[in-house]
């Protein structure tokens, strides 16, 4: 096991277009380290910079505390596991383990204790004698890992592992990856442009965009206090709503009405001009659900909910608004970065399962403005983290 250490990692292909630019992440031993962002932003680079696929253009990459920039991908000690799990088709189970070993020359004896250890760890006891083309994509993928293990690997690198399989299947195995990375405690390092299992899977989440490093943080952190605009529009689902806001006395004024904001958020964004507010849609709440004297009068507006979703459990609804033709522009810009879907000027509230109503009748909510963000709409700077 091993600590990871990239120091302003750089990559530049032939064209001089830098994939990756001045990326810098510490991986602590058996840590689990998330890389995520949109198509094209460097993740798969950055993975094969680390296992050896790939040339360094810049910085240092460190393992275990040893610089490996010139080191080939079979000194490295280091296990990647593929989309595909490149396993052997004519091989059993049991060889397609072995493999690694066999290559190594290692004695017979060392070799079937290991494989059985491996095997009983993944649950793959029974399956040792059949060909992986017989198997589940489940258990190939404990086949691969299987693989990993007896080469006693410093590091786990997985690149979109799950990205072929079903949607079930991939919540199975998103499950199965993350127990066995607990249970073995091998630093883990896994790209993936699903923030689902980014944030699910993962101690610490690297988000990237075009190269570069926007934020590195644990899940929660990432939904809580995201840096900037992106970020905080890419993770979560529905996404973030973004507003054009202003803020004056104390007050944030949004399409639909003028509201308190806590005097923190206040101080840092007061007489900035135009900002763009970011609410989530869980921080709205139908008031007739919570009950009109709970409520703060003052954070509650009329809104017209033109469709709702309900889902059982919880529902969504959408609030349309108007907003000026350059704003609008700006959502759309933002929405485009983050991969997402193209963000209309609606509003997309989470209310209570029991709150009620025709689509298109008025209904009061109440909007948290202690959970709002204010970003500068230029440079897409959260002015708000932590206050
Ligand atoms: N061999 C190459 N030669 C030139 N440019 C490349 C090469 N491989 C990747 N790139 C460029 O580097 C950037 C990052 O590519 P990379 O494959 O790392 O993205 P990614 O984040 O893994 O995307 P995806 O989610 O689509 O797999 C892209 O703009 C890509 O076009
Ligand atoms: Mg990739």
Redesign the pocket.
């Known amino acids: 096991m091993a600590t990871i250490e990239m120091k302003n990692i750089v990559k530049k292909?032939?064209?001089g277009?830098p994939?990756v630019n001045d990326v810098s992440i510490d991986v602590a031993d058996g840590e689990f380290l998330i890389l995520v962002?949109p198509?094209?932003?460097?993740?798969?680079?950055l993975l094969r910079m680390i296992v050896g696929l790939e040339d360094i253009s810049g910085g240092d990459m460190v393992i275990g505390g040893k610089r490996v920039n010139d080191l080939a991908p079979r000194d490295r000690n280091l296990s990647m596991v593929f989309q595909n799990y490149a396993l052997y088709p004519h091989l059993s189970v049991y060889e397609n383990i072995a493999f690694p070993l066999r290559l190594q020359k290692r004695p017979e004896k060392e070799i079937d204790e290991k494989v059985r250890e491996a095997s009983k760890t993944l649950d793959l006891d029974e399956h040792l004698e059949r060909k992986p083309a017989n198997l589940s994509g489940g258990q190939r993928q404990r086949v691969a890992m299987g693989r990993a293990i007896v080469r006693e690997a410093d590091a786990f690198l997985f690149d979109e592992p799950l990205s072929n399989l079903d949607a079930k299947l991939r919540g199975q195995m998103r499950t199965e990856i993350a127990r066995l990375q607990k249970k073995l405690g091998i630093t883990t390092v896994y790209?993936t442009?699903d923030q689902t299992e980014a944030m699910t899977l993962g101690d610490r989440v690297a988000v990237m965009k075009r190269g570069i490093l926007q934020q590195l943080a644990t899940p929660r952190e990432l939904y809580e206090q995201p840096v900037n605009l992106f970020v905080a529009g890419f993770i979560g689902s529905p996404p973030m709503n973004f507003l054009p806001a202003t803020v004056e006395n104390g007050q944030v004024t949004l399409p639909f009405g003028t509201f308190p904001l806590p005097a923190a958020k206040a101080e840092r964004t007061q007489g900035k001009g135009l900002l763009m507010a970011g609410i989530r849609p869980e921080h709205f709440e139908d008031v007739s659900v919570i009950g009109a004297d709970e409520v703060d009068s003052a954070r509650t507006f009329e809104a017209t909910i033109d469709v709702r979703e309900w889902l059982g459990d919880q529902q969504y609804a959408y609030v349309p608004y108007e907003a000026e033709p350059q704003v609008q522009d700006q959502l759309r810009e933002l929405a485009r970065e983050a991969d997402g879907d193209s963000l209309r000027t609606q509003l997309v509230v989470s209310l209570d399962a029991a709150s009620k109503g025709e689509d298109g009748e008025h209904t009061t909510l109440f909007i948290d403005t202690d959970r709002m963000h204010l970003f500068d709409p230029a440079t897409g700077e959260n002015l708000t983290v932590g206050v």
């Open positions: 292909y032939g064209d277009f994939a962002g198509s094209g932003c460097g993740k798969s680079t790209v442009h």
